[in-house]
């Protein structure tokens, strides 16, 4: 690096060292230590500067000057998380040695390497998972997942760009890695960045280093890691993690290669339209709000690990009775027992994060307050163990949960009760656990009190009533004396400063003393450290067995998250039909939330003889509401959730499909109709007779007669061909005829009524077709001006009475053939004729 400045001259040693150290890290923003600040020197002087807004100084020698701009080191963690969002890598090049202990220049090094896939800080890590993701290609998409604070390391194939885009979406990884075939291709880099505004670089992919860089951290190639992409992203995740973490990743034991189609499938579009983690369908891909979304109705969880895993429960539900039974067993146990539920959520609430506590420990990371939080935690499993042996579903947790008392006692036994942050400065280790150890602190104790004894014996020997015996890091002890006793200072003590009414004095055994206390001390917090060296060297082979009582513990915070949301908002336990959907009295468990009590539930019933519902009703009603609360309901079913609904039978869906709501992508060249028609695409294309399929307004971006033409026929298609469970909401009202050709398709409606002061909506569903369709009700509701409303209505019906003189026509035409003159095929021939002028209806121009 060539540090920008001004001058010829040599560079200063300090500034010297900052270059040394910046060019081995070319690709981080290096914060460089100098006493209680980070700083930044030269060009990443500006970028620090221009990214939080802080001043801009410089760093002056004798013959350089250089910009320079720091932030304090006591408040460098919300200055770091902005950076990390902003998507800057950074570099902490911290002293490494005392300053009193150094000859010279204090000695520097790189001791954490930040980016937003890589955190293991407690302060900057979200409660949620922080994945690092990596992408290769080959016979499909190779993508890797490693979760590096808690050593999470799984991977999937997929085989087209619509499935990694909805795995990325679903997992929500903080850092990407493309192989270099990605990231040199602009157009997916451009596509794939403006669906996924995040850091996305390439790494090393090559497939002889992916295969060394995995076996260097297993000692084998791992099972599952048969597919070249797939080998390729895993070495390379691994790679670039290791660069972070100072070469070594213990934490990550072992690869998971995972199957998406074992759970009900959930694309993006559906996450999305269904709202389960952002507050609106088109929102931005990064976590913005939880308040009107179902991860914040369910989000009660009293653990970080217990949140993580509803998280994934939420993007995997299951698709076999058994375990979804088994899951909502220990459910209805929680919701029935109040008293257990509460005593399980109190203790839980005061566990800390065991699973990345597991991390930190494995990975020699840990400090003093990470093992004093593990204790504490870990002290709570029996109690936690005796609650849940009472309640036999929670009988087989119980029996998984290991208890630890052996990591309790050791820890408790050795660090204070509130240990320090740092664990190079001492006050660690309580007395009596280390005899090494003790000996220090007795000869520091003795010289501290022969000093505190040493200010009566002078006052007595030298009888000066004020002296004092005094200390600062600057001069150490000294002897303090005012002035109108300078007199009586005996002559073997020797001035070293002379204030404006006092004068401080040393002398040899003082000074000795006093280097003996330092020394004690010094050797004290050496051993100190070694101590806890080798405490957390001892503890690191318990990690996994803390992991395992981290697992299990989300599995009850879990279980009893969704008991106290079932309990506080009245769900029901729901049953299970292979081809019956039957909800009475649902409800949206997000809206409900918000309507404080004002929520009308409806009810629904699907199955072989009525697969096809046909939504009828104005704007406004609450067609899409009862869309997406069908949805949701079997969602949680299949977590293992009770679900909001007096009584609820639900077939287990393999995929649930949305087609919700107008969006474009304007940057990506495609119009609203275009995505709406790719949507319907990939419903088509993809559902099956086991899927639930969501449909509302399909073909209202184009023509009248494209749009319904378009939505005709695929509704007979998902009746005839796929035979999904379909819930379809529109104004074409001519689809309303749909049943009397489709025998399981019914038609439903939301009531509405116009009344003296308006539009009155019932938000009730009912059987049969909506009477009409309220589009000038409802735009009168929206303010439109009463001159546009006057003219709707008087080409309204223009239109209408256009309508029903050509259907006149038709019908006085087919009344006038002579069925007993047409041969079948004429017949037939004719019908198709009709047919075609029927469906769709081309009206040439509006009356005047």
């Not at 027992?337 to 509460?342: I, K, M, N, T, Y």
């Given at each position: 690096m060539i540090l920008k400045g001004q001058?010829?001259?040599?560079?200063?040693?300090?500034?010297?060292?900052?270059?040394?150290?910046?060019?081995?890290?070319?690709?981080?923003?290096?914060?460089?230590?100098?006493?209680?600040f980070y700083e930044a020197f030269g060009e990443d002087a500006e970028r620090l500067s221009r990214a939080l807004g802080i001043t801009l100084t410089h760093k002056t020698s004798k013959d350089f000057t250089t910009p320079m701009a720091g932030i304090p080191i006591r408040s460098a963690d919300s200055h770091l998380e902005r950076l990390l969002k902003m998507g800057f890598r950074v570099g902490l090049?911290?002293?490494?040695?005392?300053?009193?202990?150094?000859?010279?220049?204090?000695?520097?090094?790189?001791?954490?390497l930040l980016t937003p896939g890589t955190l293991t800080r407690e302060n900057l890590l979200r409660p949620d998972a922080n994945y690092l993701a990596a992408i290769a290609t080959g016979e499909g998409y190779g993508v890797v997942f490693l979760e590096v604070s808690t050593g999470e390391f799984r991977g999937v194939v997929l085989y087209s760009k619509s499935a990694l885009y909805d795995e990325l979406f679903r997992n929500r990884p903080a850092e990407v890695l493309l192989a270099p075939e990605l990231y040199a291709n602009e157009a997916f880099r451009e596509e794939f960045q403006r669906r996924f505004p995040l850091m996305v670089s390439s790494g090393s992919f090559d497939p002889q280093g992916a295969r060394s860089a995995l076996v260097q951290q297993f000692g084998m190639l791992p099972s599952g890691l048969d597919h070249p992409a797939?080998?390729?992203?895993?070495?390379?995740?691994?790679?670039?993690?290791?660069?972070?973490?100072?070469?070594?990743?213990?934490?990550?034991?072992g690869f998971a290669r995972y199957d998406p189609s074992a759970y009900m499938q959930l694309s993006e579009t559906t996450l999305r339209t269904l709202e389960v983690y952002d507050p609106s369908p088109v929102g931005s891909y990064l976590p913005v709000g939880e308040e009107r979304t179902l991860m914040g109705v369910l989000g009660l969880t009293r653990t970080a690990p217990g949140r993580?895993?509803?998280?994934?429960?939420?993007?995997?539900?299951?698709?076999?009775?058994?375990?979804?039974?088994?899951?909502?067993?220990?459910?209805e146990a929680l919701v029935r027992d109040s008293v257990l539920r509460e005593a399980v959520r109190r203790l839980l609430y005061r566990i800390h994060d065991l699973e990345r506590l597991a991390a930190r420990l494995a990975a020699g990371r840990s400090n003093a307050r990470d093992l004093a939080a593990l204790a504490r935690s870990l002290g709570l499993l029996p109690e936690l163990q005796g609650q849940l042996l009472a309640c036999e579903p929670l009988r087989v947790l119980a029996e998984r949960l290991p208890l630890l008392a052996e990591v309790v006692e050791r820890?408790?036994?050795?660090?204070?009760?509130?240990?320090?942050?740092?664990?190079?400065?001492?006050?660690?280790?309580?007395?009596?656990?280390?005899?090494?150890?003790?000996?220090?602190?007795?000869?520091?104790?003795?010289?501290?009190?022969?000093?505190?004894?040493?200010?009566?014996?002078?006052?007595?020997?030298?009888?000066i009533p004020s002296l004092k015996v005094g200390y600062n890091q600057v001069m150490g002890y000294y002897l303090e004396v005012t002035r109108p006793y300078y007199a009586q200072v005996p002559s073997d003590w020797r001035i070293v400063a002379t204030l404006k009414?006092?004068?401080?004095?040393?002398?040899?055994?003082?000074?000795?003393?006093?280097?003996?206390?330092?020394?004690?001390?010094?050797?004290?917090?050496?051993?100190?450290?070694?101590?806890?060296?080798?405490?957390?060297?001892?503890?690191?082979?318990?990690?996994?067995?803390?992991?395992?009582?981290?697992?299990?513990?989300?599995?009850?915070?879990?279980?009893?998250?969704?008991?106290?949301?079932?309990?506080?908002?009245?769900?029901?336990?729901?049953?299970?039909?292979?081809?019956?959907l039957f909800i009475r009295a649902g409800r949206h468990p997000v809206v409900e939330r918000h309507l404080e009590g004002r929520f009308i539930a409806n009810d629904l019933e699907m199955g072989p003889e009525a697969r096809l519902l046909i939504l009828t009703g104005p704007?406004?009603?609450?067609?899409?509401?009862?869309?997406?609360?069908?949805?949701?309901?079997?969602?949680?079913?299949?977590?293992?959730?009770?679900?909001?609904?007096?009584?609820?039978?639900?077939?287990?869906?393999?995929?649930?499909?949305?087609?919700?709501?107008?969006?474009?992508?304007?940057?990506?060249?495609?119009?609203?109709?275009?995505?709406?028609?790719?949507?319907?695409?990939?419903?088509?294309?993809?559902?099956?007779?086991?899927?639930?399929?969501?449909?509302?307004e399909i073909g209202r971006g184009t023509s009248t007669y494209d749009g319904l033409s378009l939505a005709w026929a695929a509704s007979e298609y998902l009746h005839d061909r796929i035979k999904a469970l379909t819930l379809f909401a529109t104004h074409y009202f001519e689809l309303t005829a749909l049943p009397e050709t489709l025998p399981a398709a019914r038609n439903y409606h939301v009531a509405a009524r116009e009344e003296v002061g308006g539009l009155v909506f019932y938000h009730q569903v009912l059987p049969g077709p909506a009477s009409k369709s309220y589009g000038l009700e409802v735009a009168r509701?929206?303010?439109?001006?009463?001159?546009?409303?006057?003219?709707?209505?008087?080409?309204?019906?223009?239109?209408?009475?256009?309508?029903?003189?050509?259907?006149?026509?038709?019908?006085?035409?087919?009344?006038?053939?002579?069925?007993?003159?047409?041969?079948?095929?004429?017949?037939?021939?004719?019908?198709?004729?009709?047919?075609?002028?029927?469906?769709?209806?081309?009206?040439?121009?509006?009356?005047?």
């Amino acid at each position: 690096m060539i540090l920008k400045g001004q001058g010829s001259g040599p560079l200063p040693p300090l500034l010297q060292q900052y270059v040394e150290l910046r060019d081995a890290y070319p690709d981080y923003l290096l914060l460089f230590q100098v006493g209680d600040f980070y700083e930044a020197f030269g060009e990443d002087a500006e970028r620090l500067s221009r990214a939080l807004g802080i001043t801009l100084t410089h760093k002056t020698s004798k013959d350089f000057t250089t910009p320079m701009a720091g932030i304090p080191i006591r408040s460098a963690d919300s200055h770091l998380e902005r950076l990390l969002k902003m998507g800057f890598r950074v570099g902490l090049a911290e002293q490494t040695e005392p300053v009193e202990a150094a000859e010279g220049l204090v000695r520097r090094e790189v001791t954490q390497l930040l980016t937003p896939g890589t955190l293991t800080r407690e302060n900057l890590l979200r409660p949620d998972a922080n994945y690092l993701a990596a992408i290769a290609t080959g016979e499909g998409y190779g993508v890797v997942f490693l979760e590096v604070s808690t050593g999470e390391f799984r991977g999937v194939v997929l085989y087209s760009k619509s499935a990694l885009y909805d795995e990325l979406f679903r997992n929500r990884p903080a850092e990407v890695l493309l192989a270099p075939e990605l990231y040199a291709n602009e157009a997916f880099r451009e596509e794939f960045q403006r669906r996924f505004p995040l850091m996305v670089s390439s790494g090393s992919f090559d497939p002889q280093g992916a295969r060394s860089a995995l076996v260097q951290q297993f000692g084998m190639l791992p099972s599952g890691l048969d597919h070249p992409a797939l080998e390729r992203a895993a070495g390379a995740v691994l790679a670039y993690a290791r660069t972070t973490q100072a070469g070594a990743l213990p934490q990550v034991r072992g690869f998971a290669r995972y199957d998406p189609s074992a759970y009900m499938q959930l694309s993006e579009t559906t996450l999305r339209t269904l709202e389960v983690y952002d507050p609106s369908p088109v929102g931005s891909y990064l976590p913005v709000g939880e308040e009107r979304t179902l991860m914040g109705v369910l989000g009660l969880t009293r653990t970080a690990p217990g949140r993580r895993l509803l998280k994934a429960w939420l993007r995997q539900p299951l698709l076999d009775e058994g375990p979804i039974q088994a899951r909502l067993d220990a459910v209805e146990a929680l919701v029935r027992d109040s008293v257990l539920r509460e005593a399980v959520r109190r203790l839980l609430y005061r566990i800390h994060d065991l699973e990345r506590l597991a991390a930190r420990l494995a990975a020699g990371r840990s400090n003093a307050r990470d093992l004093a939080a593990l204790a504490r935690s870990l002290g709570l499993l029996p109690e936690l163990q005796g609650q849940l042996l009472a309640c036999e579903p929670l009988r087989v947790l119980a029996e998984r949960l290991p208890l630890l008392a052996e990591v309790v006692e050791r820890i408790s036994a050795a660090l204070v009760e509130e240990p320090p942050l740092k664990i190079t400065e001492g006050g660690l280790i309580k007395d009596g656990f280390d005899a090494t150890l003790d000996a220090h602190r007795e000869r520091a104790e003795a010289g501290r009190s022969w000093i505190a004894g040493l200010e009566a014996a002078e006052r007595s020997r030298t009888g000066i009533p004020s002296l004092k015996v005094g200390y600062n890091q600057v001069m150490g002890y000294y002897l303090e004396v005012t002035r109108p006793y300078y007199a009586q200072v005996p002559s073997d003590w020797r001035i070293v400063a002379t204030l404006k009414d006092r004068q401080r004095y040393t002398r040899p055994d003082l000074r000795e003393k006093e280097r003996e206390i330092l020394l004690a001390e010094e050797a004290g917090r050496k051993r100190e450290y070694e101590v806890f060296q080798e405490l957390r060297e001892e503890l690191s082979g318990q990690a996994e067995r803390v992991r395992e009582a981290a697992l299990v513990l989300a599995e009850l915070d879990v279980y009893a998250t969704l008991a106290e949301v079932a309990a506080r908002h009245g769900y029901t336990r729901p049953r299970f039909s292979p081809d019956r959907l039957f909800i009475r009295a649902g409800r949206h468990p997000v809206v409900e939330r918000h309507l404080e009590g004002r929520f009308i539930a409806n009810d629904l019933e699907m199955g072989p003889e009525a697969r096809l519902l046909i939504l009828t009703g104005p704007n406004m009603s609450g067609k899409s509401t009862y869309l997406r609360q069908t949805a949701l309901i079997a969602l949680l079913g299949q977590i293992g959730s009770f679900v909001p609904a007096e009584e609820a039978v639900l077939p287990i869906f393999d995929r649930i499909y949305t087609r919700i709501g107008a969006a474009d992508d304007i940057a990506g060249g495609r119009s609203t109709f275009m995505v709406e028609m790719e949507e319907l695409a990939q419903i088509l294309q993809g559902a099956t007779a086991r899927s639930l399929v969501l449909l509302d307004e399909i073909g209202r971006g184009t023509s009248t007669y494209d749009g319904l033409s378009l939505a005709w026929a695929a509704s007979e298609y998902l009746h005839d061909r796929i035979k999904a469970l379909t819930l379809f909401a529109t104004h074409y009202f001519e689809l309303t005829a749909l049943p009397e050709t489709l025998p399981a398709a019914r038609n439903y409606h939301v009531a509405a009524r116009e009344e003296v002061g308006g539009l009155v909506f019932y938000h009730q569903v009912l059987p049969g077709p909506a009477s009409k369709s309220y589009g000038l009700e409802v735009a009168r509701l929206a303010g439109l001006p009463p001159e546009v409303l006057g003219r709707a209505g008087q080409l309204l019906a223009g239109l209408e009475a256009r309508r029903d003189d050509w259907s006149q026509a038709l019908a006085e035409e087919l009344l006038a053939l002579d069925l007993t003159r047409l041969t079948p095929l004429e017949a037939l021939l004719k019908l198709q004729q009709l047919r075609e002028r029927l469906y769709p209806v081309m009206v040439s121009e509006a009356a005047d």
